[in-house]
């Protein structure tokens, strides 16, 4: 995600198996030295650590007096779009997660358990967590503005929560069935718990318990609750068990108590306010029910977090209603349409389905079909909203800022993972989502460029709001004002123009803020030479990387050169200049733009075929390549009668081409600056046929198999990130380029063609025989077995497979 690396990104998990969810681990997250933070989160979620960030950011506060805020808000008004204020599933790192996008919102949420201990804790479900290990997760159906229907399979019952939007609020209809039948028809394995909670982000809100019923064996037996949400707004909410449930419901309680901070210790709430009484159950291996204690009598006055537990033994309905205007809504009157009304919304969705992509159903059969909805729905249920402020550092500054306060609606990578925005996947999600949803897209792109400071700067990855911190290391929360990431957003501008779904209107607000990050990263990030650029902030001064990993670019630790200096020049940046300065010459032209000439002489310098050759063609290794100080045998060593594994270099660098083949290599072709008659084309087209460097059965992979790096550890810890495992983004980036070569006249017109057919075939079979037998979309996929790796759920730039399948470049 920037880097991802942040994910180190990821981590990503889990190979579905224990050397995967270590590799998800040490990955991702940027080495992040998750390992001890993601057991940590398994076993008890205790984020006592992260709240201490919350407190000092609050300590920090204080500077923004004295801090200019270089965001402003001009875009967003000035193009006239904006989302609507309105509820949603915009806490998507919550299984079950609602709020309204406002700065400061009650919150809604659902947390369950199985009545048992495990490692001397109780299995409480409440933020999305890849080591909860369910089998699966997935919206079915999520169309953003109006429904949901997500499928939640635990060990022994499956939860499906079907949601209504409402124009003042919401209802959802949350149903638990055991997986396996038995002789008595729909009794559970053990004993579950459904928490139903309302929370506050904000003490300018109130919630309180209206009234509590200790038995919900009658039909229309509800609990209500209700308050204030943001500007003193009244609300109503009830939750309430529907049918007969006759003897299923064991036993119902309340908690209402005060969380520090808001938000992030809401499952230790719960934790800490239970215990175990006797079962009502007969038989002599019974175990104790765990449920609320009953703390009425040290009730504070003013809670921020009410909770309803239901325990049941059987299956069960449940309402979780909440309306703005309780006067007017009738809440039993849409407990009896709400299936009517599911059904009619999805079929809706359907139909909106088959009209953008037609073509899916004549190509692919219904499970194919209907796995292409689950993913488009989960990248519209992953939609966040966050608000907030960074922490960033720059050189006006001896210590990092508050920056803010800062707004964004965004689409996440993972709701497991990485819960949050990250800049460069952003460009990759809009690509799917302006199919369906273009004036979103255009509100979330919008919101992203109104994060950019003065210099023409945006962050690599937002982490706003407490709920955001507490999932991320304190080392990789500030932001450096001098890393940067691919301008990917104007990937998706350039889809949409294309689709003829831009007016001038909108495209004139955005463009000053796009003419300064172009200008940044060219005041930035330029190399030694005219011409040359280079990715700023690596490390040279790291003694435990086997090569100095390069976050800005997005492919953390593919092979640059071994020692970072300010002469080495990136081939990949430069390409998605020469990109940026064509989309930027196109959106120019198309408003009338004064600059237009401008990028038009940009995009012919940077595109210059000839010139290109001189900078990055190495004709000793056939490739196109990065240039810098390079040594071609180092490794990682254990230093004697030590423990410290470190870097050593056994060969003298010297500066010359990086000639580690692999997605950098392809940057020319990927962004179609290559003419098509160019013999450089022939070259890359045969690497990537080659089974021995780039080709699998499964994609193309992120390094050549005679890579020195191939599929090696960079520290001790860090598994191989781009190192050999297949990308989606990176392989959509392939198709398209090859869908561009097949159509125009050229010596390798036809080889394109049946090259990007052959690969389409390999990377849609993979990731749908994948998603089949695992339930997941992943972040990367194991290019020798197919396998998905790293972080899960991963319907970020992954879900991109739906715009591979329907050709939509």
Same mark, same amino acid.
């Given at each position: ?97 609602? %709020? ?15 009545? *048992?201990?495990?490692?001397? *804790? ?48 919401? #209802? ?14 729909? $009794? ?25 019923? %200790? ?64 079962? +009502? ?128 609606? *965004? ?66 929360? $500030? ?17 949409? #123009? ?139 060593? %254990? ?71 191939? +599929? ?98």
């Amino acid at each position: 995600m920037s880097g991802r690396v942040e994910r180190r990104r990821k981590g990503k998990g889990s190979d579905n198996d224990q050397s995967s969810s270590s590799s998800a681990k040490d990955t991702k997250e940027r080495s992040r030295k998750k390992t001890k933070y993601e057991k940590e989160e398994q076993v008890n979620s205790n984020f006592t650590t992260y709240g201490l960030v919350v407190v000092s950011i609050s300590l920090l506060f204080v500077c923004l007096y004295f801090y200019p805020r270089d965001v402003d808000s001009s875009l967003t008004s000035k193009s006239g779009l904006r989302l609507p204020l309105r509820w949603g599933t915009f806490r998507s790192g919550h299984y079950f997660g609602i %709020k309204k996008n406002v700065p400061s919102s009650v919150v809604a949420g659902l947390m369950w358990f199985k009545n *048992t201990i495990e490692g001397n *804790t109780v299995p409480i479900r409440h933020w999305c967590n890849q080591f909860d290990n369910l089998p699966s997760y997935s919206w079915t159906k999520h169309d953003f503005d109006t429904f949901g229907v997500q499928e939640i399979v635990d060990k022994n019952f499956t939860l499906t929560s079907s949601l209504l939007f409402l124009d003042h609020g919401w #209802m959802s209809k949350i149903s638990l069935r055991p997986n396996k039948s038995s002789s008595t028809g729909d $009794v559970l394995e053990k004993p579950v718990s459904l928490i139903f909670y309302l929370a506050r982000e904000s003490d300018s809100d109130e919630i309180f318990l209206v009234s509590s019923r %200790k038995s919900l064996q009658k039909i229309g037996s509800r609990i209500e609750l209700g308050g204030t949400v943001s500007g003193g707004t009244k609300f109503s909410s009830f939750i309430q068990v529907l049918g007969k449930p006759k003897d299923a419901v064991i036993y119902v309680h309340d908690l209402s108590t005060h969380v520090e901070p808001p938000l992030v210790h809401l499952k230790e709430a719960v934790l800490t306010n239970i215990h175990l009484i006797r079962s +009502r159950d007969p038989s002599p291996n019974a175990e104790p029910y765990i449920v609320f204690k009953d703390n009425r009598a040290d009730k504070p006055s003013s809670p921020n977090f009410v909770a309803i537990q239901i325990l049941t033994r059987k299956s069960l309905d449940v309402a979780f209603y909440l309306t703005e205007k309780p006067e007017t809504t009738d809440g039993d009157s849409l407990i009896n349409q709400f299936d009517a009304f599911i059904s009619e919304r999805s079929l809706h969705f359907d139909d909106q389905f088959n009209s953008v992509l037609s073509s899916l159903t004549s190509k692919y059969n219904q499970e194919q079909v209907n796995f292409a909805k689950a993913t488009l729905s989960n990248m519209l249920g992953s939609i966040g909203y966050f608000h907030g402020y960074s922490l960033v550092r720059s050189d006006k500054t001896k210590e990092p800022i508050p920056y803010g306060p800062l707004e964004l609606v *965004t689409a996440v990578p993972s709701r497991s993972f990485f819960p949050r925005g990250f800049l460069w996947d952003e460009g990759f999600h809009n690509l799917l989502l302006s199919l369906f949803k273009p004036e979103l897209s255009q509100i979330i792109l919008s919101n992203w460029l109104n994060l950019m400071n003065s210099d023409g700067w945006i962050p690599r990855e937002v982490i706003l709001g407490s709920e955001a911190l507490a999932r991320v290391p304190t080392e990789f929360i $500030v932001q450096d004002v001098t890393n940067g990431n691919p301008p990917t957003l104007l990937l998706s501008l350039d889809s949409m #123009m294309e689709r003829k779904l831009l007016n001038k209107t909108y495209l004139e607000s955005i463009f000053p803020k796009l003419d300064s990050w172009f200008g940044w990263f060219n005041r930035t990030q330029t190399g030694p030479r005219q011409g040359t650029y280079r990715w700023h902030g690596r490390n040279p001064n790291v003694l435990n990387e086997l090569n100095p990993k390069t976050l800005m670019s997005g492919l953390d630790d593919y092979p640059r050169a071994s020692h970072p200096t300010d002469d080495e020049i990136h081939l990949d940046l430069r390409c998605w200049m020469a990109f940026a300065s064509r989309i930027m010459h196109k959106i120019a032209s198309f408003i009338g733009h004064s600059s237009a000439p401008r990028y038009s002489i940009s995009y012919d310098y940077l595109s210059d075929n000839a010139l290109l050759d001189q900078l990055h063609w190495s004709e000793q290794n056939q490739m196109y390549c990065d240039f810098g100080l390079h040594s071609n045998n180092v490794k990682l060593v %254990k230093k004697p009668e030590t423990e410290i594994i470190e870097r050593k270099v056994l060969e003298k660098p010297i500066y010359q081409c990086v000639p580690e083949l692999g997605y950098v290599s392809l940057f020319p072709m990927m962004m179609e600056i290559l003419e098509p008659t160019n013999p450089r084309l022939g070259k890359i087209l045969s690497v990537l046929e080659d089974p021995e460097l780039l080709w699998s059965s499964y994609g193309i992979r992120s390094l050549s198999k005679k890579s020195n790096y191939y +599929r090696k550890y960079n520290t001790a810890v860090d598994p191989p990130y781009w190192r050999g495992p297949i990308w989606v983004p990176m392989n959509f980036l392939i198709l398209r380029s090859l869908k561009h070569y097949s159509s125009v006249s050229g010596p390798y017109q036809e080889r394109a063609r049946t090259l990007h057919d052959k690969l389409r075939e390999n990377v849609v079979n993979n990731i749908f025989e994948s998603y089949k037998t695992s339930g997941y979309l992943w972040e990367q996929y194991d290019d020798m077995i197919g396998k998905g790796k790293g972080s899960h759920p991963f319907t970020g730039w992954t879900a991109l497979i739906v715009v591979i399948m329907a050709e939509k470049y």
